[in-house]
């Protein structure tokens, strides 16, 4: 983990597992000792990724180190017994264990049904706890009670181990927890599972479910590799061959594979489609099995791919089919109509998005990708709903409905609810807006603002049966953005003198919290939170945390920001490469979170890389414009909102740069979040929002740094500061960033450059706003 916290972690993985293994009988002590002998022969650590890191005193940084315990939960300082550090009066929601699994049967009974010859060895001393009932049960109930699992990865959760203080006050309990985390049990349990049985990763996630807790088929891996396989990636392969063709006989495949070979041969070989339906197997193994038997040349002449180059007839033809299908309740699917054609499945979306902008996702929504019992608890949900005098919106029901995206909900909403019902109930979201009520809308809109109290979308969207949503973009469409922004969004404009003082009066003649400020004075709670610091406090933040106790978000933010530029620093320097932190390049000296340059290829380099360029280029929607772009922005944010979005867009967009905006809490289903439709946004093609996930996908976060890189997103997600505070202070603070000065020297050094960064970026108007003139607007608040 890090940089130089391998041997640490294995050296207290080893020291958990000897106290265990010396209360145990001493005819398996020799066995046992081999074990941990076997572990001390691993690689040594990596090496360093940049000149100055690796020159960094190592007996002060294996130090720093020693500090901490990775496979324990982080605690701000180091303490003698963890359990003392929590609050168990921390408050904790009461609900019936009325979920999960009251007939299953435990895992040690599993093991011992299994067959003698898949079943090796199960060491259960190296797990002794973990599968007892009592401890299952309590999993489970925490599962049942919160909706969340009691694990990250390899470790309980903070909030997991304050639940049990609250509601399981026995001292035998905790104590066997405690346990459990120091002998690492959990790894123990995968470890053997991966040497003694021959589960696929799969159904070792099913066995560590079957007993209330969760791991990802990235835990396993990581596990398998360095704890079983010293990091062999060809033998960790071979262990998870066989569940990569579950079901298929070795005869079928072999089968398939001569029938493969015989078929390469022909003139005109039978179609991989033709030959699923031959051997009753999906396309997908079929290719698979070809892919790794026949010359890939061979391969592309025999079964060529989709068609790259489209005739003008040919694409007249799909948009025809399309003309006919978007008109269908039910249309096919695009996959369908993009093999009937033998086109590729980007070309035909592409063109499907350009005709029909506003239809096609919720025409094409991707429902299929939704986890079945997800989906099941959303139609369950949409159905309830429809049956009520005043059912929530599908818009309010997304917003609950485990991260699955808008235009699903609305899709599954179509295929569950009658027509009739679904045209009273939400009406527009079901059928095209008539042009006589749009219009009428719009008449609507213009008288309402010059009114002193105007309207809200959302009562304009009863009064006409439509949404508030299409209230709204009929409203950014007709009317000019300043007299929109000061109608409907008082909280984009500037601020007045008189609203200055406003706030300030607020803060220091009452007791009224952010949140209850920023809503008397129509604000954002930044503002107020600026305005308190600049303002009130001179920029003691200790004052100003006195006067609002709570306000821990923006301090949660700064860490949060601060590992995740370490994280990258740390993967982009290794790619001959270099990530800038916070580079003041703008010239009011606004900055982004992170930069990197793209005079060394660093993204095309990455959407070249055979192993995920493809994934990237398709995900992210890359147009050939944006290969020529001068560098790569980052802005992290938890806030993805259309205004917080919009606003960033505001700030940071520039026709030479791509703006990747990450959500650094994340809840759609999709990695990709489409941008709001806005005259604010310039180029559209050069900004992308996007998951956490496709971040450290995008820039080649992986290994033990995406393993911290996830433990960020945890801490962030959970609001835990200290969590948050201890990783930055007692390791990535020790990563050397680069900042704004590094990257006007490399600017200069490499002669792109004389002085200013203006002779390398262009900057619009917008950008070029003095700073002065930026002193009460709201959006340099933000900033």
Known sequence: MGINGKNTVKESVK?????????????????????????????????????????????????????????????????????????????????????FLDSRRSEKEKIEDCPKEIVKESNDNEYRYLLERKITDTFISYYSETGKYANYGKNFTKNFIVWVGKNRKDPEMLDKINKIQNNQEISNFIVDKIQNTSNSQSEIIKSIENIGLHVSHGTIKNLALKEIFDNNLEQYKERFQSSKYKGISPVIRNSIKSRLIDEVKKVNPTSLDSLSKEFQVSRTTVNKIAKENINPDLF???????????????????LKLLDKEIEK??????????????????????????????????????????????????IKTIREESQKENPRTLKEIHETSSGVSYDAIKQLAKKVVSKEIREKIWAPLCKKIPTTITNKIEDYLKKEIIKAKPHSFNNIGKQFGVSKEYVRKTAIRIIPQPIYSKVWEPSLIELTVGKKKEIINYIQNTNLNLQEIAKKSGVHRHTVSYISQKSVFSDDINDHKIRFPKDLDLEIGTYTHKNINSIATIVVNSSNSKYFSEPKIFPDLRSSDGIIPEYNNFLKLRLNDPKIGEYLLKSLEITPKCKNIKASQFDFTNDISEENVINKIEKYQSPETILFIVGTKWDYFNEVMPLPNNSVIKYPENIKVISNNLFADLIGISGEEREIFDRIIQFNNNKDLDALKTLYNFDLSLVDKYNTSDLKNELIQKKLIQANFNEYFTFDDINRKEFEEKQLDLDYFLN
């Open 329 to 378: 309740e039910n249309p096919y699917s695009l996959k369908k109509i993009s093999n009937e054609f033998n086109v590729s499945d980007v070309y035909l979306q592409n063109i499907a998005k350009e005709r029909y902008p506003e239809q096609y996702h919720i025409k094409w929504p991707a429902t299929l990708k939704i986890p079945t019992e997800i989906k099941q608890e959303i």
């Open 300 to 318: 592309k002449k025999a079964w060529p791919p989709a068609l790259t180059e489209i005739s003008p007839k040919l694409k007249d033809d799909i």
């Open 15 to 99: 020291e958990n597992k000897e106290k265990v293994k010396n209360d145990k009988d001493s005819d398996r002590s020799n066995y046992e000792s081999k074990k941990i002998n076997d572990k001390e022969s691993k690689n040594e650590i990596k090496p360093k990724v940049k000149e100055n890191y690796t020159e960094y005193n190592k007996e002060e940084r294996e130090n720093k180190w020693d500090k901490i315990n990775w496979n324990k939960d982080i605690s701000e300082k180091k303490i003698h017994n963890k359990w003392d550090a929590i609050d168990w009066k921390k408050d904790s929601s009461e609900k019936k264990n009325d979920v």
